[in-house]
């Protein structure tokens, strides 16, 4: 096995490993407040939504996760199987290692094969070149692209890059050049008011802040290691719910996307209503595959359909849209963070 096989086995048995069932990201710090008359009905609700321009059924998405080695083939084959029976996006794991190994192509193509008539993201890291963003997009047919910037893994993993200062210009070209609309994402540390303008200044539309709060890539790679450990990383950057916060100017420069330790319909509900046109699930729908197997797992989001339905429900919600006009609670943490940083967090719920 190459070692990029080997990484991509064990990114997929730690992420297992460190799953944890309950929701201990910010999002509990965040309540709706319940109005008791919806005057609309569960009929009335419509759970559509769009990413990169594509239409989607749901609002959420399968995230990108694996392929590279034996292993995550079938784990990439079991979710393409999801991802074609609930009519889901969804995105590959970095397709780099197929890059530096053609032999290992089979792992990320088996997404295309299984879902032929679906929408299929690529993904590779933002170091890499127009022309291997275009080999990315090929080798799936893909729809579209997903960079991930990961400085924080890249770090602590020992095999790691050690120089970024080339990512924000190669994802300018990226995005110029790839010739398939792009959605930069972070992966697990979430993002800053800041980091998203630096974005959209080169031109990327499509964000996804992926937040703290769920998988937690410097532990898995502290895990990896065999020297000394970076524990107090274990602990850095921003929730998912605090990275929508940072994005709540910027919603009119680019289309904000959350992940990051979404694990229930309540949590999707409540990442929309803070302004993400869409969510994205990886360790979760990961953990059911592995636990439940692929029917098991389209049942389940069978259940989220009508639980999301009844959230929407309860708040007079007939979309995605309007669930950004709901009022929300805010613990004191998240109103500390807002005024220290000047985010108006009295606007959520008075928009029209
Ligand atoms: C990931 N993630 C990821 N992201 C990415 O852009 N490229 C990748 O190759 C991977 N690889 C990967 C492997 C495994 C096993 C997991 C669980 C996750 C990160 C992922 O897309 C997401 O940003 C974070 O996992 C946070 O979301 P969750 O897992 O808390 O829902």
Redesign the pocket.
Known sequence: MTIDSIRKDE??DL?EKQYQAASQSDFQKIRFVHHSLPQMATTDVSLASHLLGYDMPLPFYI????GGSDKTKVINQQLAEVAKASGLVM?S??VSAAIKHPELSDSFKVIREVNPDGIVLA?LGAHHTVENAKRAVDILQANGM?I?I?APQELVMPEGDRDFSMWLSQIEAIVKGVGVPVMV????FGMSRETIKQLTDVGVEWI?V?GR???N?AAIENARRSTFSYDDLENWGQSTVVSLLEAADLKNDAHILA????KTPYDIVKALSLGAEAV?????F?HMVLENGPEKTVATIESWKEKITAIMTLLGAKSVADLQKTDLMFHRDLIDWCDMRSIDYKAYGKRS
């Open positions: 990114h997929v992420a995230n990108g996760m694996t995105a794991g970095s993904n997903q991930h990961n994402k972070e992966v697990g996804d992926s709060g769920g998988t890539f992940s990051g330790g979404i994205g699930l990886s360790g979760q990961l």
